[in-house]
């Protein structure tokens, strides 16, 4: 069974088009035209369609993640490495060779980039290989002999969800009639031996079948006696993902094998004799209703019961906006098949009644207007009928019809326009997207807290809103964009001021007035001395800074050490004038905002942003600027200030008292973060990063040291210089007979 990746389908739809839609099929090998081929058919039987033909033998089709292609080998029915290894596409049914010489096809890899084949390396023994899709990179995947001791060949392989885990079945000893089913996990597409868990272990024969990413569980082929691979005595067995709850399906005096599961893990499908031949049959997961599939004399191995693509019609309704009291058109497009002409269609609309009135169907520049077209229209309890007829056929893409609506819902909702059935000719579409109507606010531009008046308390509101410190309604969020750009911040507070004292004559205001546009290029410097237990300013320059009427900013400090002075944290300069600002502290990070109802043209010093120092002589931190702004147009890049606390009259404080390891900082972080610690005493220092396993990672120090307090650097790599992936890390410190550990998460 293969599900069609999210990802995956969105670019394959983005190649091939709309008219493409996911349904259900099976693909399987039969003998009906006489050699073995592959066919593919839906899951009832019905449309049975012969993909190849070919006078050797095809065998083992497998459906790709993407629903497009099948894999296959095709063979003379010899037990040698001269099978080859197929794929053709499921529409234009042309196969291509990948690879030849190999002993069979195994699977897919996950995301359908490669295919994994099996090779004989010599007498019982046969090995796992990944190959891309157009024959180069063949890669040693799995060798049995050297996961688990005696193991020789490899059958079956299927893959977890998320493509981190793998089973497969292997043969214990050469021709020997035992085959058991193991698991394991894979690192960077290689199987990690360390992981590797038996899950079948009778001494009989246990043959891979699949594994349902919906329902977890494994189903696979047992051998209910005789000398473990007697073909007669197979029966269909279902296990849990780690082996156990181990449960017999099927229950006869005929082989049962080959079983896969459906796509939604709700029903099995298998090879089971019918008389004189093999045939697919399904059933529930409790083994009950047996059905079999397909009628025609013939045999059938190796079915694949998976989502493939094919062309279908589709129909979306895209979502749209209105104001209340206003008329809404909302289109139906449309996605036809090619090269299929339609003259009638019929669709049902519901779901709009709470907030939409439906006033009629407008065809005027869609695919039906100007053309020998009519329709008829019923609206009854919720729901409105539509049947459209013409002589002029039609085909393509494009708007099939507009539905026209008066507005007369609730403002600030979404209200649904879902179309419940569509019918083209008379083909049914099962292919529909919804959409919704967000009916908008009318905005009152300034009146931020709606009392019908625009005061210099609404522009106050609005930067208590760029900190954090209120939330916006609906209605209030249209009301505050005074400077029409979608976003919330300081500078529609200074709009709102400006417009307060008569300096802008009318709101909103188009952004890109060149008045209203900030210049200039911030500065700070890169190393400031503080004292412990007194306070710094931190000077932040604006150079050639021109028509400044708003400002914003986020920085990050460590809270351990920095401290924002609550009594004066933002002095601005005296070159500025008029500016109010707010902040509010979260964590380690401070947000600030402010604006002026005058321009402001600063060329020096613009604000000093004011700290307590908590350290120990002797550290140094930083303060973060991650963000500076200026009117909503001028950004600065990000910048580091270190703050190295200095001696001040108490130089003993220069030699710790007790050993310590801090906290990293930044964290989390990304390249780099700093870890201090300090040794009252000369010792000897280890620091060694380790993952979650408990795997070391690097080792950051070792080494004899003098009293003190010392910084370290990790810059995210480990000890072979390979980047780390996203986690969590932990840092370890033993020194003399001290130890501690520290949590890191390292993002990307």
């Not at 060694?688 to 810059?715: C, F, K, M, P």
């Amino acid at each position: 069974m293969r599900i069609l990746n999210a990802f995956t389908l969105l670019l394959v739809l983005s190649v091939i088009g709309l008219s493409q839609g996911l349904v259900e099929k099976i693909v399987y090998s039969s003998d009906q035209s006489g050699s073995y081929d592959i066919w593919i058919m839906n899951p009832d039987g019905s449309e049975q369609v012969q993909l190849t033909s070919d006078s050797q033998n095809d065998y083992g089709p497998k459906i790709s993640p993407d629903g497009t292609k099948i894999a296959f080998f095709r063979t003379d029915n010899s037990n040698n490495n001269d099978k080859e290894l197929r794929i053709v596409d499921i529409d234009e049914q042309n196969d291509i060779l990948v690879i030849a010489g190999i002993y069979s096809f195994a699977a897919w890899w996950p995301d359908g980039t490669k295919l994994i084949y099996k090779l004989a390396a010599g007498t019982c023994d046969t090995d796992a290989y990944t190959i891309n899709l157009d024959g180069t990179g063949s890669t040693l995947f799995i060798a049995p002999d050297q996961l688990v001791t005696g193991d020789n060949d490899v059958y079956g392989i299927e893959f977890s969800e998320n493509g981190n885990e793998v089973i497969w079945a292997s043969q214990v000893g050469c021709w020997s009639p035992t085959l058991e089913i193991f698991k394991a996990n894979i690192v960077n597409s290689v199987i990690d031996a360390s992981s590797v868990v038996q899950l079948t272990n009778d001494s009989m024969y246990d043959a891979i079948g699949d594994w349902s990413v919906e329902n977890g569980k494994i189903v696979y082929w047992h051998c209910q006696g005789g000398n473990g691979y007697d073909y007669n005595l197979f029966e269909i067995y279902t296990m849990d993902a780690n082996g156990e709850n181990k449960a017999r399906l099927s229950e006869n005096s005929v082989r049962d094998i080959d079983s896969r599961f459906s796509p939604d893990g709700e029903k099995i499908i298998f090879v089971t004799m019918d008389g004189d031949y093999a045939k697919i049959a399904s059933m529930n997961l409790d083994g009950s209703s047996v059905e079999i599939t397909t009628t025609a004399n013939c045999n059938e191995r190796h079915p694949d019961w998976g989502l493939v693509l094919e062309e279908a019609i589709t129909v979306e309704i895209p979502d749209n906006s209105a104001h209340i009291g206003s008329s809404v058109f909302i289109p139906v497009q449309v996605s036809l098949i090619p090269d299929s002409l339609y003259r009638a269609a019929e669709l049902n609309f519901s779901g709009y009644t709470e907030g939409l009135e439906f006033i009629g169907i407008d065809t005027v520049g869609t695919m039906i207007g100007g053309l020998d077209w009519t329709w008829a229209e019923n609206e009854a309890d919720g729901v409105l009928q539509t049947a459209f007829a013409g002589t002029d056929e039609i085909t393509g893409e494009g708007v099939f019809c507009y539905l026209e609506f008066l507005v007369i819902g609730d403002i600030c909702t979404t209200v649904p326009v879902n179309c419940d059935y569509a019918l083209f000719n008379d083909v049914e579409v099962t292919e529909i997207t919804n959409g919704s109507v967000y009916i908008e606010p009318i905005p009152v531009y300034g009146d931020v807290d709606e009392n019908s008046l625009v005061q210099a308390l609404d522009a106050s509101d609005v930067l208590l809103y760029s900190i954090g410190e209120l939330e916006f309604g609906c209605q209030t969020l249209a009301n505050a964009d005074v400077y029409f750009d979608s976003i919330i911040d300081p500078m529609d507070a200074s709009i709102i001021l400006q417009f307060v004292v008569d300096s802008i004559d009318s709101l909103p205001v188009i952004p890109g007035e060149p008045a209203l546009l900030a210049s200039g290029s911030l500065d700070v410097d890169d190393v400031v001395e503080a004292e412990v237990d007194a306070s710094i300013s931190i000077p932040v320059r604006l150079l050639d800074g021109e028509n400044i009427y708003s400002q914003d900013a986020v920085l990050t400090f460590d809270p351990e050490i920095l401290t924002p002075s609550t009594d004066n944290f933002i002095t601005y300069s005296d070159q500025t004038d008029g500016f109010v600002s707010k902040y509010k502290v979260v964590g380690n990070r401070v947000f600030i905002a402010a604006a002026s109802g005058t321009p402001n043209s600063v060329d020096g010093l613009f604000v000093s942003l004011n700290f307590i120092v908590n350290g120990e002589n002797g550290v140094s931190t930083e303060l973060q600027v991650d963000t500076f702004g200026f009117n909503s147009n001028l950004e600065s890049d990000p910048a580091i200030i270190r703050v190295d606390i200095v001696v001040g009259t108490d130089s003993d404080k220069l030699i710790p008292t007790q050993y310590t390891l801090k906290q990293n900082y930044p964290n989390p972080f990304n390249p780099t973060t700093t870890i201090r610690y300090s040794l009252p005493e000369v010792s000897d220092v280890s620091i060694i990063i380790y993952d979650v396993t408990g795997r070391e990672v690097t080792n950051l120090v070792h080494s004899n040291q003098s009293a003190g307090w010392y910084d370290v650097s990790w810059n995210g790599l480990s000890t072979t210089g390979n980047p780390v992936s996203t986690g969590l890390y932990f840092a370890r410190i033993q020194a003399g007979g001290f130890s501690d550990v520290i949590k890191m998460a390292f993002i990307k």
